[in-house]
């Protein structure tokens, strides 16, 4: 088992990563779609981060992967200090309708689906409906959607999240952090 050691460092005022939210992180990655992580046009989350996390080996799905996981660890945690349970954001006064409020850890609110018609088709499918009352229940209550819904939503935009936008977070990501989610990823399964 990797001991965690850079990926408990302090992110700014939040406190540490939670073991058991870096072992969802992981466990979720290691079954997670090729697509979520396979290089794309565009400017989306691999290249607002290059200059803090690349260069990106070629071919390399697992260094992807690990990048990945390592903004999410950073964005987790200004967004909610990694609480799964948290409500929205009551500082943002666009956040007073059902599709507008964030909900959950990554802090991701209903109107995001409509950055790409492949987020629709994943909550239909992975909730069974479009609701934004139930979008947020599920990003609350199911982790692994959340991460992965979260994860699929940067390949497509920064702008929904303020933090990763704003450029908050690039001081807190860590190469180091990403060298342990790669070894947890190459470790036989959970």
């Known amino acids: 088992m990797v001991n965690f050691v850079a990926c408990k460092k302090k992110v700014k005022n939040r406190g540490a ?29 691999y ?22 996981l390592e903004v999410l660890r950073v964005l987790g945690g200004f967004e909610s200090s990694w609480r799964w349970e948290e409500g929205r ?3 943002n006064p666009a956040s007073d309708k059902p599709c507008t409020m964030e909900a959950g850890i990554f802090q991701v609110s209903g109107d995001s689906m409509g950055f790409d018609s492949s987020l629709k088709t994943f909550v239909k499918e992975k909730i069974g409906t479009l609701d934004c009352e139930k979008f947020r229940a599920a990003t609350k209550s199911d982790h692994l959607f959340a991460i992965e819904y979260c994860a699929r939503l940067l390949r497509f935009t920064i702008r929904h999240h303020g933090p990763i936008r704003d450029h908050h977070i690039d001081e807190w990501l860590s190469k180091e952090a ?8 190459l470790e036989s399964p959970l």
Request: charged share 25%.
């Open 17 to 45: 990563a939670p073991e058991n939210f870096l072992m969802e992180l992981v466990k979720w990655a290691k079954s997670a779609p090729d697509e979520v992580f396979i290089e794309r046009p565009g400017h989306e989350i």
């Open 47 to 68: 290249a607002e981060v290059a200059e803090q996390l690349g260069p990106y080996p070629e071919q390399d799905l697992t260094h992807r992967k690990a990048v990945l």
């Open 89 to 91: 954001d009551v500082t």
């Open 178 to 185: 990403v060298g342990e989610f790669q070894a947890a990823l």
